[in-house]
């Protein structure tokens, strides 16, 4: 079975605070994604990743940054943490070609105080 | 502009009877994809279903199928016979190329209720 895995599944941080949150995935697919939902809003994305070390701001870049150093791993980073950025994280990976159903991993839900 | 476009937060739908959840899409593309997700309350994301935008015919999936209309730019979910088990969060989503790469974005969702 394919396993996208993020490094947690909760996690609480202050304000201020630079966080990593990881995502591993173990089926050499090139793309990967992070998204962030929030009620009402559904899944918006972040970055996203086509190769190691190259990576596409999405809709909701800001106060983010992201790391691929290698292809099976994506890191989402918050340089300064901040109330706002309180929500459930999701990562996500596929196949460039033949276009495949992307699969998720089971979430972290950040919650910054 | 929304890119996908689920106008429906929330529905309520009797056990057995059929139901269709609306997608609308935009986008300048001509090939591209289109997939539905649920998520029941234990936040996983199922993958359902899944039209390619030279798909000509609709997809089907056991109970979904995707009532694709491409001149319309709408992919609704139709989920024949719901089950009490059919009861959770719903997102369509538009997979497009960006520059030579993969773009994958999500609607709003809908939150269906099935009701015994």
């Known amino acids: 079975d394919v396993k996208v895995t993020q490094s947690s599944r909760y996690l609480v941080k202050r304000t201020g605070e630079k966080v990593f949150l990881e995502c591993v995935q173990d089926m050499d697919h090139e793309n990967m994604f992070w998204y962030r939902q929030d009620p009402g809003l559904g899944l918006r994305l972040i970055y996203f990743s086509y190769d190691v070390k190259m990576k596409e701001k999405g809709d909701i870049p800001e106060g983010y940054s992201v790391s691929r150093e290698k292809k099976e791993r994506f890191s989402l980073i918050l340089e300064s943490a901040s109330t706002n950025q309180t929500s459930m994280y999701l990562c996500a990976s596929c196949y460039w070609s033949p276009p495949r159903d992307p699969f998720f991993g089971q979430g972290t839900r950040l919650t910054v105080v | 502009a929304q890119k996908i476009t689920q106008t429906q937060p929330g529905m309520f739908v009797q056990e057995k009877e059929a139901v269709t959840l609306d997608c609308t899409y935009d986008?300048?593309?001509?090939?591209?994809?289109l997939f539905w997700y649920k998520q029941p309350s234990s936040g996983e994301m199922i993958f359902l279903i899944y039209q390619g935008s030279y798909d000509e015919q609709n997809a089907t999936e056991g109970r979904y199928s995707l009532n694709f209309q491409k001149a319309r730019k709408s992919a609704n979910l139709v989920i024949s016979a719901s089950q009490l088990g059919d009861s959770a969060m719903y997102f369509c989503?538009?997979?497009?190329?960006?520059?030579?790469?993969?773009?994958?974005?999500f609607g709003t969702g809908t939150r269906l209720t099935i009701i015994p």
């Open positions: 989503a538009m997979r497009e190329a960006f520059f030579g790469n993969e773009k994958l974005t």
């Open positions: 986008t300048s593309d001509q090939s591209y994809g």
